[in-house]
């Protein structure tokens, strides 16, 4: 389906313009508790239990249903979840978390420090990859009583306290999961959290239908009455759905880019693309760094100065993103600004490529590489036949090479490819989400977003082992700054963007986009009016 | 005498009996045969499904992969996997998604009626619109109706299915608002069964139209050439001849030789719909099987995809048998060894 051509119909039919387009949804105004909000949740989610399945769309309603300890304000700092404070000891090895009172879960039964304790420590440990690596580390899960947890690690790790959100550590009931096998648990259809909405109904192909929590731990949350995730696989028809009103709110690609300068610009709309930062989605050029000429860094270095970001973002991402300057996102913490980059030159890219002996043969072509395109949509097309026009200028031709999810997830992760384009998240922290891609003791065949490129250099390991346990803040920037300084050098891959995701809400719906999670927040203050 | 006809009843009967028993002796070995071949299709193609899963997740290690591929099975020998799946064939039980981690007879299941409310609407539709039209642009062969007809039939038959559909939405959805753009029915409105099923129909409309228009071109335009050709014949002539009137030549005498061609191919069509919709229901959210298996193939969800393969393939059969039936009725003359 070419959604490009439909969006050119879309325009050419007048419908861009259209302002007066009923408005499907009465309420009353001023009125901050009660409504029903539609939205949109593509693809359909396996399951709703987060625990257990981390894919975006099972985080987006998982979201609403299970929590965990503490939330991130687009800051990333901690604030209060299910536990009203928390305090650090000195040596950075003991989290002491003091629970809110009267949180039950959506059966009706007290959630205790003891659900914590065995969600992190027996749950998450084994069904949770991400969470696996945080959760690992704790050496002693305690509960003095029953609103107190004490987590003690074995060696600090400065990210364990970002590491409570409901995406990586949701609060599941011990009392249904205990002794039972967590994946083929029955209770995995009803998803029962502390959350402020419950799981109402499901229509597999259809929609998902969320109530009302009335039991919810948080005086007068939540605001809404209901929430329906609807299942819309075709982007113009979701396009469609937002500008009639049927849909109040959309989120991640919900919204083709080539869209969003268009829709933005319906007055009974607002748009943000705030709400990421816990994420922070990296765009990045991956070279397979064991293959020739890729793995000569004048030659990385070169493609760096080749690709210009600024294009890419304005003309492919409709300039949704920030162009990106080295291997940690600037939304997130420990970003270093202060290191090599790589302007937009094709004379010291061809300079780079010459200095390496790659000389220009007949017909100007120095060497030839396949580009694996992603197969996640049109966009990633598009940057790959952007990829080809740009390293073309530079004597390097590129042979794009299609496939599907399932044949591009292999080839990469077995390191059988020459390049391709990948959306890293960072979830927070750089020892979450940054060094994994650089680490040595990371490179693992057969895994999807480990190291994949194969970069290996004992110094950027070392900084980044000690920055993982280091205690304070100054100490780890300080570390985390030298290896990007390093990796800024050797470009193991070509940074492009911080990709930016655009959320659309109807002018009436309020505190939408209050967190560092955004749309994945529990909504229990989200209302219209 | 009584003897002897009751022997030639006896006769008749084990002949019957034994028709059905070699026709379903020939339903289970295609069934088993589309089982295997469908299971080494699937697993021809690159891709692991432990590593979408794990892809999908943004974060994965060893033991998550190990984890998946334990669960379900796949660190077995491929031999042993094929075994597994024919003697759940055989028990009818399609086993349980990877990715949904539910039966995959409830997923279909649920799926089912969605679909065939579509592809039944849009097949009856094109059905009976293309065999009507047809026969109109042939009894006016050559004027200018006939051309209009013709014309308008190309350029459905041209149109890509999902443009169709889409022109639609903008126009009677978004510009007029009589029907809902997209979805199988309105949500989170409590309604009584009459209503839900009035209110079913008003979402089937824009697709069931985008669906029969495809075909309902392909049957004009065949219905038009048959009927014309069988206008031709000499016992037309002789019914002409006769002084019939001109409403009973073409009920009687025309439609019921001119339909056959049409009735094949519909046949063979029919079973197509169920797993053809794809577009069709992509486009107007529709919660139908072609759907489901878009989305098993991307997820590389084995049970899922084979359990519709299967499906899908049991009604093809189904409706080849159905069409034999219809053969007979219209033409008694078509008869099958079976019964000879």
């Known amino acids: 389906m070419n959604r490009r051509e439909f969006a050119k119909l879309l325009s050419a039919a007048g419908v861009a313009g259209a302002t007066d387009i009923a408005w499907g949804v009465t309420r009353a105004v001023g009125q901050t508790r009660g409504g029903t909000l539609n939205t949109i949740i593509q693809p359909e989610p396996p399951m709703l239990v987060t625990a257990i399945n981390q894919q975006q769309p099972t985080l987006t309603i998982g979201g609403k249903i299970y929590e965990s300890l503490l939330r991130y304000g687009i800051d990333l700092k901690p604030m209060p979840g299910l536990a009203q404070s928390w305090t650090i000891s000195p040596d950075g090895k003991v989290y002491t978390f003091k629970l809110f009172p009267n949180i039950i879960f959506h059966d009706g039964k007290p959630c205790t420090a003891e659900d914590v304790i065995f969600s992190c420590t027996k749950v998450l440990t084994e069904t949770h990859a991400r969470a696996r690596g945080t959760f690992l580390r704790i050496e002693k899960a305690e509960a003095p009583d029953p609103l107190t947890v004490v987590f003690t690690l074995k060696e600090p790790f400065a990210p364990f306290i970002n590491s409570f959100d409901c995406t990586t550590a949701p609060i599941l009931p011990k009392h249904v999961y205990e002794n039972t096998d967590f994946r083929q648990n029955p209770a995995n259809a009803q998803a029962i959290g502390t959350g402020p909405f419950k799981l109402k109904e499901w229509v597999r192909g259809s929609h998902i239908h969320l109530v009302r929590h009335e039991g919810y731990y948080r005086q007068g949350e939540p605001h809404l009455d209901e929430i329906f995730y609807r299942v819309i696989p075709d982007a113009a028809s979701r396009s469609v759905a937002l500008e009639k009103g049927t849909v109040q709110l959309t989120q991640w690609t919900d919204v083709e880019f080539f869209d969003v300068p268009r829709l933005a610009k319906l007055p009974n709309l607002e748009m943000t693309t705030k709400g990421y930062e816990f994420f922070a989605p990296h765009l990045w050029i991956d070279m397979n760094n064991r293959v020739a000429p890729m793995n000569d860094k004048r030659f990385r270095q070169a493609v760096a100065h080749a690709l210009d970001k600024k294009a890419i973002k304005d003309r492919i991402y409709f300039g949704l993103g920030k162009e990106a300057t080295g291997p940690v996102s600037s939304k997130t913490r420990f970003y270093e600004k202060d290191v090599k980059t790589y302007d937009y030159s094709l004379d010291k890219a061809r300079k780079l490529l010459d200095d390496m002996g790659l000389k220009a043969g007949a017909g100007g072509k120095r060497a030839t590489i396949t580009f694996l395109v992603p197969p996640y949509g049109e966009s990633w097309q598009r940057l790959g036949e952007f990829v080809r026009q740009a390293l073309g200028r530079i004597g390097i031709e590129v042979v794009l090479q299609g496939g599907d999810i399932a044949g591009w997830g292999q080839k990469v992760s077995n390191w059988e490819y020459e390049m391709t384009a990948n959306l890293l998240y960072q979830f927070g922290d750089p020892a979450l989400g940054v060094t994994r891609s650089y680490a040595t003791s990371n490179i693992r065949k057969g895994v999807l977003f480990t190291n994949m490129c194969g970069y290996s250099n004992p110094a950027v390991d070392k900084l980044f082992d000690e920055a993982a346990v280091a205690t304070t803040d100054a100490k780890r920037q300080e570390l985390y700054s030298q290896a990007q300084k390093i990796l800024c050098e050797d470009v193991p891959v070509a940074w492009i963007l911080e990709q930016d995701f655009p959320n659309f809400y109807d002018k009436k719906l309020k505190n939408v986009i209050t967190t560092g999670i955004g749309v994945h927040e529990t909504f229990g203050t989200v209302s219209f009016g | ?340």
């Open chain 2, 1 to 340: 005498m009584t003897d002897i006809a009751s022997g030639r009843q006896g006769h008749r009967v084990v002949a019957v009996a034994l028709g059905i028993l070699g026709w379903t002796a020939k339903f289970v070995a295609v069934v088993l045969v589309i089982a295997t071949m469908s299971f080494l299709l699937v697993r021809a193609a690159p891709g692991d499904p432990a590593q979408v899963m794990a892809g999908q997740t943004g974060a994965a290690d060893e033991k998550m992969l190990a984890q998946i591929r334990e669960e379900y099975g796949l660190n077995r020998p491929f031999i042993v996997q094929l075994a597994t799946h024919l003697k759940r064939v055989v028990t009818l039980d399609l086993g349980q998604s990877y990715r949904q981690r539910q039966p995959v007879t409830t997923l279909i299941g649920e799926r089912l009626p969605a679909t065939l409310i579509l592809t039944g609407t849009a097949f009856l539709l094109a059905l009976a619109s293309g065999i009507l039209l047809g026969t109109l642009a042939a009894l006016r062969a050559g004027r200018w109706s006939d051309t209009l007809l013709t014309v308008v039939s190309l350029i459905l038959y041209a149109m890509p299915v999902f443009w169709l559909g889409l022109m639609m939405v903008l126009v009677f959805s978004v510009q007029l608002g009589w029907v809902p753009a997209f979805g199988y029915q309105t949500i989170g409105v409590e309604m009584g069964p009459l209503g839900r099923a009035l209110d079913i129909g008003h979402h089937l409309i824009l697709p069931a139209i985008s669906l029969a228009a495809v075909y309902l071109a392909i049957y004009t335009r065949l219905m038009r050439s048959s009927v014309m050709e069988v206008a031709q014949q000499d016992y037309i002539k002789t019914a002409r001849a006769k002084g019939l009137a001109q409403g009973r030549i073409i009920a009687r005498h025309i439609l019921r030789n001119a339909i056959l061609p049409v009735v094949t191919v519909a046949g063979m069509q029919a079973g197509a719909l169920v797993g053809g919709a794809v577009v069709v229901e992509t486009v107007f959210a529709w919660p139908g099987l072609g759907r489901l298996t878009y989305e098993a193939v991307l997820q590389r969800d084995y049970p899922v995809l084979l359990g519709l393969f299967l499906v899908m393939s049991v009604i093809v059969i189904l409706f080849n048998l159905a069409t034999d039936v219809l053969y007979r009725f219209i033409d008694p003359r078509v008869t099958t060894q079976a019964q000879g």
